[in-house]
């Protein structure tokens, strides 16, 4: 949570911790078994809707988020960080895989108060603004924390 109240001096204190590979392979799959966890509500009244199975929705839903997502995170990341070294030298690309994948995991909880609001009340503007602060906070915490690892290789 001190993510949401100061995003650049919590990712400069986990960059500060040293390249760990392994911890950030855990935030990345922890972000996305909570956000699959989180799309539960709305595949359950997804099927309740349209009478599609509920056990193949979540199946797919599974697959897509510890396959897919995962691997989209990784090119995302690497993308990014081949932007950044055309204009800073010095930052790896573990630093950009940090921000990201520490963005995506401390933006959750608006993920799965999405998800909630998904599934109790349907598409709407209401399901749409939390949709919206989402995304708002991960690409917030993401720019402070590429923020806070170039400031630390600069």
């Known amino acids: 949570m001190r993510t949401w ?3 650049r001096r919590v990712v400069a204190e986990l960059a ?3 390249r ?6 855990v935030w990345l799959f922890a972000a996305c078994g909570l ?5 539960w509500p709305r595949l359950v009244r997804v099927a309740h809707e349209t009478g599609a199975d509920l056990t193949r929705l979540m199946t797919y839903d599974l697959l897509a988020w510890i396959f897919v997502w995962p691997l989209f995170f990784y090119i995302i990341a ?3 960080w081949l932007v950044i070294r055309l ?7 573990f630093d950009a895989r940090l921000a990201l994948f520490w963005a995506f995991l401390a933006a959750t909880p608006a993920g799965l108060l999405y998800g909630l609001q998904a599934g109790l009340n349907g598409p709407g503007a209401a399901t749409n603004l939390v949709g919206a ?3 708002a906070a991960f690409l917030l915490f993401w720019a402070q924390g590429l923020r806070a690892v170039i400031a630390r290789r600069s």
Do not use: N
């Not at 956000?35 to 799309?39: C, G, H, K, L, N």
């Open 5 to 7: 109240r100061g995003p």
């Open 87 to 93: 204009f800073r030298r010095g930052v790896t690309a």
């Open 16 to 18: 500060d911790q040293g």
């Open 78 to 80: 690497g993308l990014s």
């Open 133 to 135: 602060v989402w995304i």
């Open 35 to 39: 956000i699959f966890v989180a799309q």
């Open 20 to 25: 760990r590979e392994d911890r950030a392979l």
